[in-house]
């Protein structure tokens, strides 16, 4: 009973040694290769990023053909600053990535083995808000200040000598005129 017992544990750990040897390994090394790295990817951003608004950028593949946009119909799960995010790839691997800035300037994105960390250049939007509140404060003022100097009142027309070629005529001498 014994050796019939060894026997059949004998035969199965062969048949397990011998199914470990029929994966491929060069199929095994071809999924390892087509994982993106930090070598696989850029990013380029816009000139200005300002506070609490929408900023896009670019994620853009070295090579458009790699095997991981093929095998995901060109659109890959990216996670920026916590945030899972769905990009779609161009012909030229290219994808656009949005984001906003609130808090803090740091920019995180995740893939597979891309880690890209990053402290933005943020411009805060009151930077560009309060010049233009001012302008428009500005403008009223003006607006305001300035109409009392373009009415003019009854006595400053009347006082005022006007030189033209006009003669006032009646209503009365002017149908005069036309009857006879």
């Known amino acids: ?35 993106v790295n930090n070598n696989d990817v850029s990013f380029e951003f816009p000139h200005f990023i300002f506070s609490h608004t929408n900023t896009v950028f670019i994620v853009k593949f070295k090579d458009p053909n790699h095997a991981k946009l093929a095998t995901n119909n060109n659109r890959l799960h990216f996670i920026v600053n916590g945030n899972d995010q769905l990009v779609e790839f161009d012909k030229n691997g290219e994808g656009k990535v949005s984001c906003t800035f609130k808090n803090s300037n740091k920019l995180s994105v995740l893939f597979e083995d891309v880690s890209y960390n990053v402290q933005m250049p943020v411009i805060s939007i009151w930077y560009m808000l309060l010049p233009l509140g001012g302008l428009l404060l500005f403008l009223m003022y003006k607006i305001a200040f300035s109409k009392k100097s373009l009415s003019m009142s009854k006595k400053e027309v009347t006082g005022k000598k006007i030189e033209s070629n006009l003669k006032v005529v009646s209503r009365k001498e002017e149908e005069e005129e036309v009857l006879a």
């Open 1 to 35: 009973m014994h050796k019939i017992l060894l026997t059949v544990l004998l035969a199965f750990s062969l048949i397990t040694i011998e199914a470990r040897e029929l994966v491929d390994p060069a199929s095994a090394e071809a999924k390892q290769i087509s994982r």
